[in-house]
């Protein structure tokens, strides 16, 4: 049964950073972007960034971008998602999720997610 | 954040048809951009519910339909059960950001109440 687990959450202070990681299991990873995407409390889905399938492109959402960063390891079947310079704002539950293709398309759908993990910035 | 604009909250009664609404732009689902719905139980992993506005993933009931005009996009729930009880969001892509080349972008999100 494919499946992905995330792990890393947990309190930090502003300014600090925190790495979460993902957990791939039954399906071939390294075929697949990965999405991270996030739900503050009390609050929708909103998209974080994605990474190609192998590793070689990402992009961001303008609200992290130059302070978070995505990455893999394949030979692993594990997702990465870097957070430095952490803001009250960025406290969160983080899911990754697989997306449909390679990479991204402006049609790519998400169709496997995590259960998530709790970020909490707070001093 | 949100860009898709969806109502808080739609209930009805165990057999009953409900409809979730997710209104967007010009620059998103009123460009031609696909419409996908995802379920959530809080604490559980999200569900993917509709891809390409009208098409169910393999496993997902055929009570559960899609559909997309102009601006706007509409999920169906027929036969509401129990087990319907969660939120759900609608996503698009939008493209009035240029400087980034990806801006997926989720619904306020609904909350279905089964009575």
């Known amino acids: 049964q494919m499946q992905l687990v995330e792990s890393g959450g947990g309190v930090v202070q502003p300014g600090r950073s925190l790495r979460l990681s993902c957990a791939a299991s039954?399906?071939?990873?390294?075929?697949?972007?990965m999405h991270w995407v996030r739900q503050a409390p009390g609050k929708g889905l909103e998209w974080v960034g994605v990474i190609s399938n192998d590793g070689s492109y990402e992009y961001y959402a303008a609200s992290v971008k130059g302070r978070f960063t995505i990455s893999r390891d394949n030979s692993k079947d594990l997702l990465y998602l870097q957070m430095n310079g952490l803001r009250a704002e960025d406290t969160a539950v983080y899911y990754c999720?697989?997306?449909?293709?390679?990479?991204?398309?402006?049609?790519?759908?998400?169709?496997?997610w995590g259960r998530g993990t709790l970020v909490t910035v707070s001093s | 954040q949100s860009v898709l604009t969806q109502p808080p909250s739609v209930s009805g009664a165990p057999g009953q048809r409900v409809t979730i609404s997710c209104t967007g732009s010009s620059s998103n689902i009123g460009a031609g951009y696909d419409v996908r719905w995802y379920q959530h139980l809080p604490g559980t992993a999200p569900k993917l519910l509709i891809y390409?506005?009208?098409n169910r993933p393999s496993g997902v009931p055929d009570r559960f339909s899609g559909s997309k005009s102009g601006s706007s996009a509409s999920l169906a729930i027929s036969g509401l059960q129990a087990e319907d009880e969660a939120d759900y969001y609608c996503?698009?892509?939008?493209?009035?950001?240029?400087?980034?080349?990806?801006?997926?972008?989720f619904g306020t999100g609904t909350k279905v109440t089964v009575l």
């Open positions: 039954s399906f071939t990873f390294s075929s697949f972007g």
């Open positions: 390409g506005n009208s």
């Open positions: 996503q698009s892509y939008d493209n009035r950001d240029s400087s980034l080349s990806v801006f997926y972008v």
């Open positions: 999720a697989k997306g449909d293709n390679h990479f991204w398309t402006a049609s790519g759908y998400l169709d496997l």
